[in-house]
Every structure is written in structure tokens, then in C-alpha cells.
């Protein structure tokens, strides 16, 4: 029998388990779609909403549970929809309510959860309670909405504090008055046109409320919350520490480390007011947090029993292919959830990250924002042989596990765009120092013989997609035996199968830069090493490569086998 069709049976074997079981929230494997990039139904080459509805079939196909989809909300696209105007409707370019309507409908139908964006640290500048608070005096309730402060020096030209924006330069910008002079100073802590909210008002946590509420009884399954960290600020706004600023601008991406402005113990009050309100609907929504804190330690925090019910673990996706590395941050990120009774989640790749198969195709270092064509070019062959076996890797753990659009395909990154066609704001924001995220939101790969690869009619592609992915279309892969994509499904429907989702890790020691562990009737050998070893006895169930040779286990490779124990009670 081969794998697909060995996989075949158990898709049968589970097709009437209820999709997706009543645990969801704690063992879901969550897709995301980046609307702009996934489909595109009218033809101007920007992925939509009517675009992800005609495209729905194939990911219930894959075997997913839910699906999370970035901003759709009207904005002027600063910041790729991170920058909203208007909280409750559907940008022009994705659609339209009814159109989101349309779409949950069809996911709902086809057994998907739904799970939307919610971007409450900042809003664009052109909501109109920004424009309010531009048009209104300092010191009014309007402008207390927002972060407005007096700047320092003489004539308050200076900035109220040290802080710098995560997409670089600095936290403040400075307003103008109506009659022209220079006015008071505004935080964002990302763009200059994605202005913070400020928490410590009531109005605005009540209009947050409002939001969720609006989304919740639309039948949303739950939110994604944006940089769920930085809502609230040490009081009195003090500078940041220069040895923490320095720590956070050699992170790549800025987001990760200790500040006033990051995950201050204040902000789980607000948490679990939404918490209380998510209870109040029937019957399992979900909240989710991005927050890049110091410590899994912290992080557990956010999902604490009244608070959120996950939290991207970026620890995770920050290990290195490396079987000590990755055994630590796995027993880590299992304890400190555990501790606090949450599910631990996976991730290897976002839309604020190099896809993992041109991150691990790279020599050992820090992860860069993004790579340019003079940049050090990833080894692609040796990135997806690693990736297929981190993937094999991460789909086995116990708990939920988050995948990003096109990493089912192998998709790698642009990694030689034209700067010209770069629209992520770090990339001006750096003085052109810092590609940024562009690499990672090149629209998908449908239909390799069709004008922009099947992404919409016409031919369209908001970024040129690089040459690769012609052969990486999803038509190219679809029932193609040894595919990334069928490795993916066969993954997703063992591990329904087997219930690796609820299970546990049991440690078997094993050679220096091998991960061998029990979970369930399985056992998971991933080799992160650059020699082959001996393959660990079992049944050989699938494998992120082809073997040659079933009693080797070669190097960047996992296996699932099914454990001796399994097999003699079965004999
Ligand atoms: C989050 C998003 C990222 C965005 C930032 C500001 O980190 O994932 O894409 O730029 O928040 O909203
Ligand atoms: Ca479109």
C-alpha cells in the first residue's frame, strides 16, 4: 500500500468523526489565510473574500480545522490592513459584508472554523475618531482616546520619550495645528499612520466590546488578537533602557523583547473582560494572542483559565533545526502551558516571518526580516527537506498547530523581489536597510498553466510570483504521490487518526542531534543532524522523505512509525 493510499483508509476510517471535534480550541490545526494573497475572484490581482469562499473546498480537503484570516477591514492599507479605519466593515478591495457573510457560511458548511484578526493596539489614522482627535484641542476627551502627549524641549520639540517604532525610527510623530504651528506629539508604535489606542479609556475599551460583539454575533468562531502585549503602557510613558532598546532592534523583526510598553501585568485585565464576554456566546469561541514576550513563562500568562484559550508560540518557531533546541523549547512551552491548564501551540510560519523553507535553506543565525537578492540566497533544496521534516515534526506534538497559506505547497519566499515593488513599511522605515515581509505574501500558486499561476482571472498578481512556484502550483501537487501537499494531508488525517493532538511526549534518549519520542500508538523520529542513523524499530507509517533504504534513518528527516507495542497487540 502506498502512503496515499494508506492515508486514503483513515480519511475514511474518520470521515464521520464530528469536524472538528469538541476540543477544538485545544487541538485544532489552524490555517492562515492572508486574504490578499490566497485568491483573487475580480481580476485586479489583490486576493479577496469572494476569492477565498471559491477556494474553501480545497483546504477542507487538506484536513484543517479552522481557518484565520488577517485583516479584511476597511483601511488605507498602510500596514497591509494592520491599520484599521472602520473595525466593523470589509475594505472595497476584499469585498463586502455580505461577501464575508458568504464566506463564513461556505467554511461553516464545509465543517470550518472561522477565526478573524482583531487589531486593538492601534487604529489606522484614518479612523474617524483619530481624525477626531486631530480636529480637537489638546487635553480634550477626543484626543484622550489616543496617545497624545506634549513633546520635550523648549518648544516641545523633542519627542515625549526614547521609544522607537518595531518598523523603526521613532515612536512619535508630530502633529500640526489648525493654524499651522506645530502641535502635540502622537504614539504609534508601529507606523506613523497606525496611531495607539489609548487603553487606559473607558470608551475605548467599551467600543472594543462593542467589536467583538459585532463579529460574535455575525457567527465568527473567535479572534486572532494583534500585538495582544502592547496595550498597555508603564504609567507616566518613562524611556526605554538602552540596553533594552538594543536588545530589541537586534531582534529581526523588533516585536520580541522587554520595555514600558511591552506586556505590562495591566493588560490581562482586559483580557479577561473579553473572556467573560466570549462565555456569555454558545457554544466555544476562541481567543488567540500574538504577544512576543520575553519568556514562555509570560507567555503562559495570557492563557491563564479566564484569559485567552492560545498563544503563538514563537519560541517555537525561533528554534533552530536542531534536536537539543527544539527538545528544550518543546518541554518549555508543554510545562509553562500545563502549569496554567492551556494547550500548547506550533507554528513554524506567519505573514511577519521567512516562510520556513527559506529559513531553514539558510546557514545557522539570527532570522533575517526578510531577504533581498544580494542577501546570502537559501540552499531551496535543503530549506524543503527540512521544512518537510520540521513540518512532520510539528504536526505530531500534542496541542493545536498553526499554518500559514502556501506552506502545504513548500512554498519558499521571494527572496530576490524588485525593491521597487516592496510595500512593507520596515522597508522605508529601515532607511532600505530591512527587506521586510513582502517575501512572504507572494500570492499563491493555484494552476501552474494559467496566466499568475491561477491566482485570479487575468493573470494579476499584487507581487510578481518567483519562478519556483510555477512547479510548486497546487495542480502540480494535487494526488501527486511524494508531494509536499500529500504529505501535508497524510500528515493531517494520521494525525486525526491517531489523536496525536491530545496526546502526550515520552522521551526516548536516543544519538546526539536525533528527537525520538512516544506520543500515543507513535513513535516520532525527527534526525536534525547531518549524518544518517539507524531507523528506530516500528512500522514505518510516512516519512518527510522518500527512503531509500528502510533501516536508515537519513539526516533532516522524520519519520512516524508505529511503536512495537502497537504492533504486537495487533499480531
Ligand atoms: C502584528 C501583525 C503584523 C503587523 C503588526 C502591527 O505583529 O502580525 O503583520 O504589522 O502586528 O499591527
Ligand atoms: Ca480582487
Redesign the pocket.
Known sequence: MTLEETAMTFTELTADLETPGPDWRRTAVVYQIYPRSFADSNGDGIGDLPGITHRLPALAELGIDAIWL?PFYKSPQA??G??VADYRDVDPVFGTLADFDAMLERAHGLGLKVIVDL?P??SSDEHEWFQAALAAAPGSPERDRYMFRDGRGENGELPPNNWES??RGPAWTRTTNADGTPGQWYLHL?DTK?PDWNWENPEVRAEFLDVLRFWLDRGVDGFRV??AHSLIKAPGLPDQEPAEQAAQDAETDG?FLSGPMWDQDRVHEVYRGWRALLDTYSPDRILCA?A?VPSLDRLARYVRDDEMHQAFNFGYLESEWDAAHLRATIDKSVAANEEVGAPTTWVLS???VVRHVSRLGLPAGPRPNGIRAGDVQPDHELGLRRARAATLLMLSLPGSAYMYQGEELGLPDHTALDDDLRQDPTWWRSQYTEAG?DGCRVPLPWEADEPGLGFGPGGATWLPQPDSYATLARDRQDEVEGSTLEMYRTALAFRRAFALAVGTIEWIETAPGVLQFVNGELTIVANTGNQAVPMPEGELLMSSVELADPTTLPADTTVWLLTEVFNESQS
Do not use: G
Request: net charge negative.
Open positions: 488577517s500596514d497591509a494592520y491599520d487589531v493596539n492601534h518595531c518598523f508601529f497606525q494583534d500585538v516585536f500574538e512576543w506567519n505573514h511577519d515581509r
